[in-house]
């Protein structure tokens, strides 16, 4: 490796280039154990007989070969499969990926369901693959205590994943089956199998084998066509991104003065217009520039980037946004007075407000982490967060939504820091000791041999309350954010939960809201102070009792209607039938009804339309005996389609619902002779 590629294309020469030997820990484990093969080697042969064990499969004679030969058993390629599948999708699930359908939690359920899908080809039935954990703890445990650590979370997200899995193999085999029977040809075609693929998430080459099985084929250009017209679509979608690094081509670093300072002077280093390096820029031009210092924070982590201005005798610039582009801040956007040039000395200016409402939220954040693993498990990782000056978000992994009662214990941690009001420290350590400190570190991340670590929070058995590293701006105190108030969560992915919160003024407004809305209750139910839940409990129990004999009453008046209504029956092609509209009548209600009209008119086909408002509700049922040659949920889908609406159903009953338009009495009008020609 000697090179890393930018997206303009350009090679920019690493540090330290390097060769990738490919020699890890199986091929190492082959050389020292002198065999030939990844799956011959002491770990992998202990995988395969489990998973034989587990799925069932018979290996009797292969490995009464193998003893013979005194040689390791040569296990099924499938077999392989699912011990390899069940080694990667354990440590990933482990180290906190979630299957999902976008980026590496989509890497993940592609591996699971295809190491399922090689299972179901040794035989496996029913769920299998998450019962290879407790080999795999017996063979890598020792080294890898997160394996027994979350034993029970990785064995729930296989599980799950497998029987999700099944019941997407049981959608896309209908799908296919109803695709099969209208083939005309032998080529099941491309459209079909990337729809199958790409909306059910049916493996192709499970498609390909069904095919086969039938004497057929798969279109495999037309798929290949429909997968690449896929990509582009996702290239399209992600056009409207700003490409910082095709634009800005600077030497060198900006210099960050922000942790320390809202002000600062800088010298403009470069600016571009239109996508083009300029010397100058003046009023009402839209701009990118760059400083040799800034105190602005480009957005990074999570955190948003500063807003503010640049000024000085020839003019000023409101800056919009920070980002960066490698080492570059680039501050993002417009002169709003006089001009700026090349070289100029500029004061550079954040929005103080903004930038300590930011930092608030920031710390927040990370208090927030902490206590989520206290009340939640150590399982729970960041998946994603925003910090800005209104709110702060913060995703991560967990399989179940938080309880009530767990939110307002995150809450009562959190505020428990805050008020303890404690100094906020930040250190320059390498990564060794970064990590004997204790600091938490994401997933997937990239760290350089130094790392800003930041603590903050009571110090428990030698350890604050949060370690992690961060190169944000944070509060100088705990204390600084005032007030901590979660407003949101829920669920935002597979395995991943959302939650929001504000701090300090945000969350006095936020309190402020809930007490008024409480306030106004308590006048509204005509309770005292700290007695509304009462009175709203009484309420409610009233109102469930009066709905109780609303419906009572709703039966009785329903059995009366049916009864009037049992002299609009006529024969209609030989069967007994009514047809009516009933006014002022919801979809419950014409329900009760219609079940008091079956109940005094057997062997009949009834068909009954209720008014409420501009809303129409249909029901229709057929005496088991006309279902031969007429079906209710014929009759709903034709009336539904004349009116514009939805509705089918079962031979012998079904439901809709239309619209109110003019057509409703025409067709209900001309229902007698459709009726009658079936």
Partial sequence: MQFNRTADGVLHPLPAPSVDTGMGLERISAVLQHVNSNYEIDLFQHLLKAAAEIIGLDTTEIEAAAKAANKPVDYPASLKVVADHARSCCFLIADGVNPSNEGRGYVLRRIIRRAVRHGNKLGATGSFFYKMLQPLIEVMGAAYPELEANKVRIEAQLLKEEEQFAKTLEQGLKLLEGELAQLKGSVI?????????????????????????RDLTIDEAGF????????????????????????VKVEGETQFEGYETTQAQGQIVAIYKDGEQVDEVVEGDEALIVLNQTPFYAESGGQIGDTGLFKNDTGIFEVQD???????????????????????SVEAIVKADIRAATARNHSATHLLHAALRQVLGSHVQQKGSLVASELLRFDFANDQPVTFEQLQEIERLVNAEVIANTEVTTELLDIESAKAKGAMMLFGEKYGDEVRVLSMGSVIEEKNFSIELCGGIHVKRTGDIGLFKITSEGGVAAGVRRIEAVTGSKAVEVVQKENTELHFIEGIVKAQKGQALDKVASLAE??????????????????FQAAELLSQVQTVAGRSTLITTVQNMDAKSLRNLHDGVKSKLDNAVI???????DK??????VAKDFTASIKAGDIIKHLATELGG?????????????????????????????????
Avoid: C
């Fill in 646 to 678: 939805k509705g089918g159903g079962k031979p012998d009953l079904a439901q809709g619902g239309a619209p109110l338009n003019e057509k409703f009495a025409s067709v209900m009008a001309d229902l007698t002779a459709w009726i009658e020609a079936k």
């Fill in 322 to 344: 920070t980002k960066k582009s490698g080492g570059a801040f680039v501050h993002q956007g417009i002169v709003t007075m006089g001009s700026l040039k090349a070289t100029q």
């Fill in 189 to 213: 075609p491309g459209e079909v199998v990337f729809k199958l693929y790409d909306t059910y998430g049916f493996p192709t080459d499970l498609t390909a084998d069904i095919a086969r099985e």
């Fill in 607 to 613: 068909v009954l339309a209720g008014v409420e408002g």
């Fill in 542 to 559: 009233h109102a469930s009792s009066l709905q109780k004999q609303i419906e009572q009453l709703n039966q009785k008046l329903a059995n």
């Fill in 224 to 247: 290949e066509t429909e997968m690449a017209a896929q990509r582009q679509r996702a290239r399209d979608a992600g056009k409207f991104a700003i490409d910082y690094n095709s634009i």
């Fill in 616 to 621: 129409v509700s249909l029901i229709a049922s």
